[in-house]
């Protein structure tokens, strides 16, 4: 093997082991509802047959991912009885015997290869650190590999919350590592499997139709004929994943039932914790409109009779601004999302589709349906990619991490973990300045943390008074008697600022033309015939 | 060194500390006895109910065989504060009597945080402390991290203080203040303040008091063959006011017996199986059968005194700061192998002043600190800690591994082949005392094993600091040459 390979085996084994025993030793920690779903979904994989998965109804969690997720389960389904086959009887509600802890933890740990196998595959696609002239470039690709197979929003929602995003994110890199080296077709196979293992990521489908459609079909295609192979080449490779997964539910004429476990509408504009996007800072609008329109009369307030701070999840009525109807979020989100895949189209180079992947997945945060915080960490994970080539991308990638971070606090919420979080928290985030900030030669000063101005210094800060609050002053000074929900609203407003400025601002980072460092030969411009009229006048 | 690094170095450390609080306690669900987190619940019931001159005495109210308290005064006057904090939260937890056995998440909750505020306003104090003043690493950046890495994440301390259950960090903090503060000039009555605050709240500090004594004499006190009267006196002064200050309360009464709960002489040479000296020739002579009590206290008294007068000779002959470290490694460390009735805990004592030493000889300390782990493993068995054992055992060794690689140039590689091998051939032991059954005739065969082996490298690594000690004593002192 090559030497430089054989150093990024060594860096990306070295960070997993790392982030692996950090994560083992978080096992005994508080987990949510979502443990006892996936339990239940590997008992319903294991003892009923297929035709049964999405008719399931005896515990509340039905199965609400696409098809090819139940098999996932089903596969791990198998290892179970190794631990503890009382796991998979499906009547066994809320059984979380030791073992079931220690299978089920070990299993989110053991997905995560998946992620260390795309970590290694980015190193050697897209040569992260080859620019940098003062750090050797093994050092950032283990400060890369650790930044990833570490990371506090992954650990906190993975590990302690409990969910599988680390292996269903690898895979997403995976895509995005082999559109690096060009290998349009694979990129599409993977990304279709991931669309058919969580269709939340349907989010940045947008972004994949556009490039795959101008880059491979139209730049890679000489003349109409190449064009039309190419096409359907694209398709069969997007419709198999779909084929393999849905098919046999087509077959069992189970199609509309699985497309209503899979888009349940009835939700709510925001979940129980409102995510911090947009909808929240409209919320909040609208109870202040209506508490000054109640005291002073100047406008038409409506009455309801459910109040969206109650912490439930349900439909919500605005008081004074119009209420929002699924129709409405979808509009929304495609009219915000045009501009990154116009920018997309007119410069179309493999870094412009990174960085649309990241707007479509934060607009769509911003703007979506019922959306969850967690859905932030699709935005910053391949963000993390550019930032430690990129300044400009290093510094919203810094103030993302942060404020998306801290919105996702409010999950763990239980005494022991909450000194876990915040420690976990503080020692990642200042990893990631410190490591940033020496890539990039900016040390910071006594006001400014590295790479970013005083004004985001300035509001990082603030969130230590916002933390101490949240964590004990609203429970010590009693206000949770008066107003229960204030701390979560306080965590959302705030974020959802800080995220829409970086929304915004990531518009603006200049898009580049041709990627200077990847290794790889650059694409056949379309229209061959341009071409040849260049070489004859050189 | 940036702030970022530090606040990112100590929030992790803090992040650790609480995970490995997650796991259970040393006598969780274990009556009638429980362990060491009832025993210091049960002295902040003690110290908050009953007046001072009952504590240290039998009585109703305080039954002595029933975790008695066995520390000094500043552990009960501790154990007062949070019994005090404990009874404005929730009475349940300390009521005289009733709350023997008390166990609920919540009560958990507040002991972990007793023990996260002492580090924070002891330990890491003091581990900064040490960071800016330490006076052997001055100057070199990369030998300062080193000694402050060490420090903030040396695996035994955490586990024994946030998940078997103890203070230690408190003690030891102020030990590391002293022994810092020993090192310059206009601060050594300082250091000798701190050090009787150390002291008189665990008394097993008495294993560091005999060097920090001899070097605060041989340094301060002596100038060409003659006392200098005035640092003598004023040294006396503070440690003798210091003590008075602090037992005070209970000079009134009868301190005769807080000094029998001190030093309980009837106990025993050893309880458990520790990595001692004893413990190992028992194995070949049975000791307890052989001779009397007192007999076998005299044999301790006069083993222990031999052993530590090399160590504390050369240290008096040579004061350096070097010296100092290694004759605080070597005087406690042969307390611990020679002394009477040792638990397997006080290897802390000796792993103390090895932590300040860890990037001069960093193969042989980190070695040390990662067998003095390997001979706690019958105690992490017991109580239910092995998992976090392994998982803070494997990271502080690559921790180690990337410590040693920063310092290559200053290692022997046979060093480091020889500890490795050491290590690896005893990891077996650990593996084997979970996973088989020994023969019912020897039921302890592998904690033995465990204990003789950890005895054994600890003999080894004696006799080895003894030569760097030699080394250090002898060394001529060379004007131009700079030492590492």
Redesign the interface.
């Given at each position: 093997m090559d030497i430089r390979n054989y150093y990024k085996v060594i860096v990306v084994t070295?960070s997993f082991?790392?982030g692996a025993?950090?994560k083992?030793?978080?096992?005994?920690?508080y987990h949510s509802t979502d443990f006892e779903v996936h339990r239940n979904w590997l008992a319903l994989t294991h003892s009923l047959p297929l035709n049964q998965w999405y008719y399931e109804n005896r515990s509340e969690w039905t199965l609400d991912y696409p098809p090819l997720f139940a098999h996932f389960e089903y596969g791990l389904s198998k290892l179970a009885p190794y631990f503890d086959s009382e796991m998979l009887d499906i009547n066994n509600l809320n059984y979380a015997s030791g073992k079931t802890k220690l299978f089920q933890r070990l299993t989110v740990i053991g997905s995560e290869i998946i992620l260390a196998i795309a970590i290694f595959s980015l190193l050697k696609s897209m040569q992260i650190g080859r620019k940098n002239h003062d750090i050797p470039m093994p050092i950032i690709q283990l400060l890369f590999a650790l930044s990833l197979l570490n990371n506090f929003g992954l650990m906190l929602v993975d590990n302690m919350h409990f969910q599988y995003n680390g292996f269903l994110l690898g895979i997403l890199l995976l895509s995005i590592s082999c559109m690096y080296q060009n290998q349009y077709l694979m990129s599409a196979i993977w990304f279709s499997t991931l669309l058919n293992l969580k269709h939340i990521f349907l989010y940045i489908a947008p972004a994949y139709i556009v490039y795959l459609f101008y880059a491979f079909c139209i730049r890679q295609s000489s003349n109409w004929k190449r064009f039309i192979v190419n096409l359907i080449a694209l398709g069969i490779a997007t419709i198999v994943p779909f084929i393999l997964s849905f098919g046999p539910f087509i077959l069992m004429n189970q199609l509309p039932q699985v497309l209503s476990r899979l888009f349940p509408f009835k939700r709510g504009l925001c979940h129980a914790y409102w995510a911090p996007n947009v909808w929240a800072i409209y919320n909040v609008l609208d109870k202040g409109l209506a508490t000054i329109g109640r005291y002073t009369r100047l406008f038409q307030v409506r009455s309801t009779s459910v109040s969206m701070t109650s912490g439930l999840v349900q439909d919500i009525e605005h008081q004074v601004l119009p209420s929002i109807t699924p129709a409405i979020t979808f509009i929304l989100t495609i009219v915000f999302m045009m501009p990154s895949l116009i920018r997309l189209f007119r410069c179309c180079s493999k870094r412009t589709f990174l960085e649309t992947i990241i707007l479509c997945a934060l607009t769509s945060f911003l703007f979506g349906w019922h959306v969850h915080e967690k859905a932030i960490l699709i935005s910053i994970i391949p963000l993390s990619l550019l930032a430690f080539d990129s300044r400009e991308h290093a510094r919203y990638f810094l103030l993302l991490s942060t404020f998306g971070g801290f919105s996702l606090f409010p999950l763990i919420f239980t005494?022991?973990?909450s000194?876990?979080k915040?420690?976990?928290?503080?020692?990642y985030t200042?990893?990631l300045?410190?490591a940033l900030?020496e890539i990039h030669g900016d040390?910071?000063s006594t006001f400014n943390?590295?790479l970013l101005n005083r004004l985001e210094t300035f509001s990082i800060v603030l969130l230590i008074p916002l933390c101490v609050y949240v964590e004990c002053l609203h429970t010590i000074l009693h206000i949770d008697r008066i107003l229960p929900f204030l701390p979560l609203l306080l965590i959302s407003i705030y974020c959802s600022f800080f995220i829409v400025y970086c929304w915004i601002r990531l518009h603006t980072i200049e898009a580049h033309r041709e990627d200077e460092l990847t290794a790889v030969e650059s694409t056949v411009k379309f229209s061959g015939q341009l071409n040849k009229k260049e070489k004859k006048k050189n | 060194m940036d702030y970022l690094l530090f606040i990112g170095l100590l929030s992790s450390a803090i992040a650790m500390r609480w995970i490995v609080a997650r796991y259970p306690y040393s006598g969780y669900n274990k009556p009638p006895m429980f362990g060491d987190f009832e025993a210091q619940r049960h002295w902040m019931e003690v110290t908050v109910n009953l007046p001072i001159n009952e504590w240290y005495q039998n009585s109703s109210s305080n039954n002595l065989t029933y975790w008695g308290l066995d520390y000094p005064l500043l552990t009960a006057y501790h154990a007062y504060i949070c019994g005090w904090i404990s009874n404005k939260i929730n009475p349940t937890w300390c009521a005289l009597k009733e709350s023997h056995g008390h166990e609920s998440s919540s009560h958990k909750l507040f002991m972990r945080y007793t023990v996260f505020i002492a580090d924070l306003l002891i330990y890491y104090p003091a581990v900064f402390y040490v960071y800016r003043s330490d006076v052997l690493n001055k100057n070199v950046a990369t030998k300062k991290l080193t000694v402050l890495l060490t420090n903030l994440f040396y695996p035994l301390l955490i586990l024994i203080d946030h998940g078997h259950f103890q203070y230690n960090s408190i003690s030891l903090g102020l030990a590391l203040i002293a022994f810092v503060m020993a090192t310059q000039s206009n601060s050594f009555l300082t250091s000798a303040f701190f050090f009787t605050l150390s002291l008189n709240y665990k008394q097993m500090e008495l294993y560091h008091a005999v060097p920090i004594f001899v070097y605060l004499l041989s340094a301060y006190c002596f100038e060409q063959r003659k006392i200098k009267l005035k640092a003598f006196l004023s040294l006396g002064t503070i440690v003798i006011l210091t003590f008075f200050i602090i037992w005070v309360p209970v000079l009134q009464h009868d301190p005769i017996a807080v000094l029998k709960r001190l030093f309980p002489f009837e106990r025993g040479l050893y309880e458990d199986k520790v990595a001692n000296f004893w413990c190992t020739i028992n194995l070949v002579v049975k000791l307890r059968s052989k001779f009397t009590h007192e007999a076998l206290a005299k044999i301790c008294l006069l083993t222990t005194s031999l052993s530590i007068l090399p160590s504390c000779l050369m240290l008096f002959r040579r004061p350096t700061v070097r010296n100092f470290y290694i004759s605080l490694f070597n005087v406690s460390l042969c307390f611990y192998l020679f002394s009477f009735q040792v638990h397997e805990k006080t290897i802390l004592l000796p792993c103390l002043p090895l932590m300040l030493l860890t990037a001069t000889y960093p193969i042989e300390c980190f070695s040390f600190l990662q067998f003095s782990m390997i001979s706690v493993f019958p105690l992490m068995i017991k109580d239910d800690l092995v998992l976090i054992f392994w998982l803070t055992f494997i990271g502080f060794s690559i921790l180690a591994l990337q410590r040693i690689y920063v310092h290559l140039n200053q290692v022997s590689l046979f060093q480091l082949f020889f500890s490795i091998l050491c290590i690896t051939a005893t990891l077996p032991l650990l593996i084997a005392a979970i996973y088989i059954q020994p023969p019912s005739r020897y039921p302890d065969l592998w904690v033995v094993l465990i204990s003789v082996c950890s005895c054994i490298y600890f003999l080894i690594i004696l006799v080895q600091f003894h030569i760097y000690q030699f080394k250090e004593t002898t060394f001529k002192q060379n004007p131009i040459k700079k030492t590492n």
């Open positions: 070295l082991t790392i025993i950090v083992l030793a978080l096992l005994p920690c005494g022991p973990e000194m876990v915040i420690g976990l928290f503080i020692g200042t990893f300045f410190y900030g040390h910071g943390l590295p | -």
